[in-house]
């Protein structure tokens, strides 16, 4: 005798060893003996063998018509051998009940399960509505398979196309897109991200780094919402004798820092560093300040930025050249011979600005050489310059000064071995770029006059201003570092607490408001202060302790990372230009330290480039270098080189000297794809980071 039964979902057919009231123990074709249930057991009989019967009924399953079945089941309840019955004949043998069972089981949009062999019919619309979404299923199925071909064949899908960055990094794993990329992936062995470059889905890599930034970070968009026009904070008192002038590149729109000197000659000399004042137009919690708390920075790159502030807003508040802008001025009064510094007094006023000086035009001319010898003049020196020579001397002096005083706080010299590269993008005018541009790519060298004069100038003031907020119980946003011992990272909190690395006893970042959250929120606490004096701790927006604060630290360090590393990002893909327009297949670089692969990294000489290099493994770091370059990936940013000599004869220092953080520069590396093919359910599966415009630590 032989039963069939139902055990966990499946049917299965054997002989019948004993049986019990409750149970039986039934032994399988394979051999293995079950205990069953009684009430599982749906069949007994005596022929055909268990194994040509569910042969039989599998086979003959298919051909049974759902829709007539439907047809002949009966409102009520019943049994599937009785609708086997119906179906075929009222002699309808044991396979055709064994396929009716089958049948009924593989098709609960028709027929809801009611018990152990038994069923009901579910009603009309309900099948209606299975049988709609079983056909959409069906051709979802189908446009899958469709779309996955193209792939396979090198054409993308125009929806795929569409979806191509939610796809690679933040995948709907259930979306069909998706799964049509997995299949295809799987079929062709390819990876996903290889797969769609040969179907063309990336026209462009400058636009693929372009739209996966806006993607992770700006899904709306880069355009700003309505928003009124600022208030100019026009009844503020023009500050009396002051000339001041800025100090940028070309490029800088933002410009949120000028300086001004009275009193040469005179014993004692004031310093005035003068910052552009958009806190006056901004209030915490309106609707300017919820597009800059979003945005938190502005974001560089070659050719092109995003600013923080709306343009209405920049222009009204930047220190542009002939205008009388408000701005939050720090006076420090200065002894003309000692250099030391005597006191400081902090205002709101409105500030003439009478030039604005371009690092990139004038670096050659402001050299040490011109700023110490008063002799020493240039051919077609500009008239402006020659006017302001003998501010830019003491300010120099001024600075070289300041630099050393906070060198013997911090215990060793601040080393600049590298230069800073400016890029330029040729016919571009600040519209975004197209990446096809012709780039060049221009040197400036770090700790150059100029950029000193305004670096110093600015720690001043950072540094001033911090210590004015602490001394007033006034919260602030500090940047700090206990000690420049090795894995001592630069913090960001509420305290004023010493920065060790800069070599002052507290840094609140403060000087560029136009372009950083932080500096607008430290702006607004440094107006309370000037407008309350010791009760500003009471009328300051943000209080002590106030998570307010806590939030726009994390959430600016996050961004702050995010954008500099897109900038960073953007200089190398410029840089691999411009290695392909100028024809570049080798060049000379410097060991610096081991890399991935066994391979050892070195920075080129004349470029912003860090690369790995192979046989470079027995170098020392210091070891001068020439390198042949290899194929350029301008979608992983990555290019290798090969060591083709050592240019230098001399053991090179292992400890070469470097200026702090010299090794964190970043080296492109494969994109983090989120496209997992390995899943089981089917088809489912570098320069500086400072802004160009912020020479400022």
Request: proline letters at 7%; a negative charge.
């Amino acid at each position: 005798m032989y039963a069939l039964f139902e055990e966990a979902g499946k049917f299965l057919a054997g002989r019948i060893l004993s049986e019990a009231e409750s149970s039986a123990q039934i032994e399988l074709d394979s051999g293995k003996r079950v205990k069953v249930k009684a009430a599982n057991v749906l069949l007994k009989f005596d022929k055909p063998a268990p194994a040509e019967l569910l042969a039989q009924a599998q086979a003959l399953s298919p051909s049974i018509e759902l829709d007539l079945a439907w047809e002949f089941a009966p409102e009520e309840e019943f049994g599937f051998a009785d609708l086997a019955r119906d179906y075929f004949s009222a002699s309808a043998p044991l396979e055709q009940q064994t396929a009716m069972l089958l049948r009924l089981f593989e098709a609960p949009h028709y027929f809801r399960r009611a018990g152990k062999g038994r069923f009901r019919k579910a009603p009309a619309e309900i099948v209606q509505q299975a049988l709609a979404a079983i056909e959409k299923k069906k051709l979802l199925l189908q446009q899958i398979a469709d779309w996955a071909a193209e792939l396979g064949r090198g054409v993308c899908p125009q929806p795929i196309r569409e979806h191509l960055y939610k796809i690679l990094f933040k995948p709907d794993k259930n979306a069909p897109e998706y799964k049509a990329v997995v299949e295809a992936s799987r079929a062709t062995q390819t990876a996903p991200l290889a797969l769609l470059q040969k179907a063309g889905a990336i026209d462009s890599p400058y636009q693929f780094h372009w739209k996966r930034f806006l993607f992770d970070n700006f899904p709306k968009g880069t355009a700003f919402p309505p928003l009124a026009a600022p208030d100019i904070a026009d009844d503020l008192p023009l500050a009396e004798g002051v000339q001041a002038y800025s100090i940028d590149d070309s490029q800088t729109t933002e410009i949120d820092d000028a300086l001004s000197l009275q009193g040469l000659g005179t014993g004692t000399v004031v310093l005035g560093v003068h910052i552009a004042a958009p806190g006056l137009a901004i209030a915490p919690g309106d609707a300017l300040d919820a597009v800059a708390r979003q945005r938190l920075s502005t974001v560089y790159m070659p050719g092109y930025k995003i600013t923080m502030l709306p343009d209405e807003v920049v222009q009204s508040y930047t220190l542009g050249e002939g205008q009388a802008r408000p701005a939050l001025s720090l006076y420090v009064s200065i002894d003309e011979a000692t250099l030391e510094v005597r006191g400081s007094e902090t205002r709101l006023e409105r500030v003439p600005i009478a030039a604005n000086l371009r690092h990139d035009q004038l670096d050659g001319v402001v050299t040490e050489a011109w700023l110490d010898d008063p002799g020493f003049e240039h051919q077609n020196e500009p008239q402006r310059l020659s006017n302001l020579r003998g501010q830019l001397s003491f300010l120099y002096r001024l600075a070289r000064a300041l630099k050393a005083r906070r060198e013997a706080v911090r215990g060793k010299p601040e080393t600049f071995n590298r230069p800073d590269y400016n890029f330029r993008l040729l016919g571009n005018s600040g519209a975004e770029p197209t990446g096809s541009e012709q780039v060049e790519i221009a040197v400036r060298q770090r700790g150059a006059p100029l950029d000193l004069i305004v670096a110093e100038a600015m720690i001043l003031a950072n540094s001033t201003w911090g210590q004015w907020l602490g001394a007033l119980g006034v919260p602030g946003i500090y940047r700090s570092q206990a000690s420049l011992a090795p894995g001592v990272k630069v913090r960001m909190g509420t305290k004023a607490l010493p920065h060790a690395g800069i070599g002052v006893p507290s840094y609140a970042w403060s000087t560029s408001p136009l372009r950083r959250y932080v500096d607008l929120v430290n702006q607004w606490q440094i107006i309370a202060c000037v407008r309350h004096g010791k009760a500003a701790a009471l009328a300051a927006p943000f209080k002590p302790k106030d998570a307010n604060l806590f939030a726009i630290i994390s959430a600016f360090d996050a961004a702050y990372t995010t954008y500099n590393g897109y900038q960073a990002g953007m200089e190398r893909f410029w840089t691999l230009q411009y290695l392909r327009q100028h024809g570049i297949a080798e060049l000379t670089a410097t060991v610096f330290k081991e890399g991935p692969g066994g391979s050892f990294l070195v920075r080129a000489d004349a470029l912003p480039l860090v690369l790995p290099v192979l046989g470079a493994q027995n170098l020392p770091r210091g070891a001068h270098v020439r390198v042949k370059l290899g194929g350029i990936d301008d979608i992983a940013l990555d290019v290798h080189g090969t060591l083709l000599e050592r240019l230098d004869d001399t053991p090179a220092a292992t400890g070469a000297p470097e200026e702090d953080g010299a090794d964190d520069e970043p080296v492109a590396g494969p994109l983090a794809i989120a496209v997992d093919v390995t899943e089981a359910e089917g088809a489912t599966g570098a320069a500086s980071a400072a802004s160009p415009d912020n020479p400022a630590p």
